[in-house]
C-alpha cells in the first residue's frame, strides 16, 4: 500500500511560490507515495500542473461560519488515512488541522504535539525558503534539488505581446497601501522599451495611468490566470513591481526582477528569489526615485545569461 502524504500550504500567493523548493523536496523524499496538497482556489490550477502532486484539495480554508465546510473538510481528512503530514502554511488553523487528521499521522510543523515540530524559536525571523529547508530537515528530509520549473511555460497565446518588454506590478494589498511604490508611470515612460501592467481587476486604474504616461504597452490587469502570468513573465526582459505575489512568481518563472520595498515588510524574510533579484528599500517607499529603479533595471539586463 502506497504511503500516503499531505502537504498543507493554504496562501498567500508570494509564499506557495516560496514552496516549490520544498515542493520538490517532498516529492523527491517520498517518490512513491501518494501526496496530496491541501491549499486554496486560487492556487489549484498551478498546483495541479505542477509535477509534485496527485491530488490536490481546494477546499483547505472553510470560512469561521461555515460548518458545513469545516464538518466536510474534517471527514475529509479524517477519512483519508495520511501517514505523513508536512503543513508548510504553519499557522494556528493548520496546527489545528492536526486533530482532524488524526493522531496516527506524523506531523512536521508547530502544532502541539508534533512528531517532527520546527523547534526551533527563531524561525520567525528567517527568510520563508531557509525556515521551510529548516522544518523539513527537522522531519528528515536531506536533500534539497533544485525544483524543476519548466512546466511553469505558462499560456500567453491570445494575449498580444510587444517582441521586448518589461512587466511591471503596480499593485499590492489593498490593506497594506504602504507597499505600493507610487513612481511606476514615470519609471515607465523612462525604461525605452514598451510595458505590459499585471495585476488584478482592481489595480486597472493603475495600469491606466501607467499607460497614459507610456503609450503602446499592454494592460492584462484581470485578465490572466496565475499560470498564464508565469507564461507572460517567462518573455519579459524584466520585470518590476512591488512585495506582491506576482512578482515571486515572475522570478521563479526565470525573469530579472527588481523587488520594491517599504517599510511595511522586510526583504530580509520575504523577498522574491530566482536567478536575477534586485532589491530596493526605502521608508517611506515613495522616496525610491524612478532613476534608482531604472539603474537597477539597467544592471540586470547587463548581466550574462
Not at 503596480?170 to 514598451?194: D, I, V
Request: charged share 20%; aromatic share 6%; with cysteine.
Amino acid at each position: 500500500m502506497r504511503v500516503r502524504v499531505l502537504v498543507i500550504k493554504l496562501a498567500a500567493l508570494g509564499d506557495f511560490v516560496q514552496a516549490f523548493g520544498p515542493f520538490a523536496a517532498i516529492r523527491a523524499h517520498h517518490p512513491d507515495a501518494e501526496i496530496t496538497l491541501l491549499t486554496t482556489a486560487p492556487y489549484g490550477e498551478l498546483a495541479r500542473r505542477s509535477p509534485w502532486f496527485d491530488r490536490v484539495w481546494e477546499d483547505g480554508r472553510p470560512g469561521s461560519t461555515d460548518l458545513r465546510g469545516l464538518l466536510g473538510l474534517g471527514r475529509r481528512l479524517r477519512g483519508a488515512g495520511f501517514d505523513r503530514v508536512y503543513d508548510l502554511q504553519t499557522s494556528g488553523r493548520s496546527s489545528r488541522y492536526r486533530w482532524l487528521v488524526g493522531g496516527r499521522a506524523e506531523w512536521s510543523g508547530i502544532a502541539r504535539g508534533a512528531s517532527h515540530p520546527h523547534a526551533n524559536p527563531g524561525r520567525d525571523r528567517m527568510h520563508t525558503v531557509e525556515r521551510q529547508r529548516e522544518q523539513l530537515k527537522m522531519a528528515g528530509i536531506s536533500a534539497f534539488p533544485a525544483p524543476d520549473l519548466s512546466w511553469l511555460e505558462g499560456e500567453s497565446a491570445g494575449v498580444a505581446l510587444p517582441p521586448r518588454f518589461a512587466l511591471l506590478v503596480p499593485g499590492a494589498s489593498p490593506s497594506r497601501p504602504g507597499k505600493r511604490w507610487p513612481h511606476f508611470p514615470a519609471l515607465a515612460a523612462g525604461l525605452g522599451m514598451p510595458v505590459v501592467v499585471a495585476g488584478g481587476a482592481d489595480e486597472a486604474g493603475l495600469a491606466a495611468a501607467i499607460l497614459a504616461a507610456a503609450p503602446g504597452g499592454v494592460d492584462l490587469t484581470g485578465r490572466t490566470s496565475l499560470f498564464a502570468l508565469a507564461g507572460v513573465a517567462r518573455r519579459a526582459v524584466v520585470a518590476v513591481g512591488n512585495d506582491t505575489g506576482p512578482v515571486h512568481l515572475a522570478a521563479a518563472a526565470g525573469c530579472p526582477v527588481v523587488a520594491i520595498f517599504g517599510g511595511e515588510s522586510d526583504p530580509a524574510l520575504c523577498a522574491p528569489r530566482g536567478r536575477a533579484v534586485a532589491v530596493l528599500r526605502r521608508d517611506p517607499i515613495g522616496a525610491i526615485a524612478p532613476e534608482e529603479v531604472a539603474e537597477s533595471v539597467g544592471r540586470l539586463l547587463r548581466m550574462p545569461g
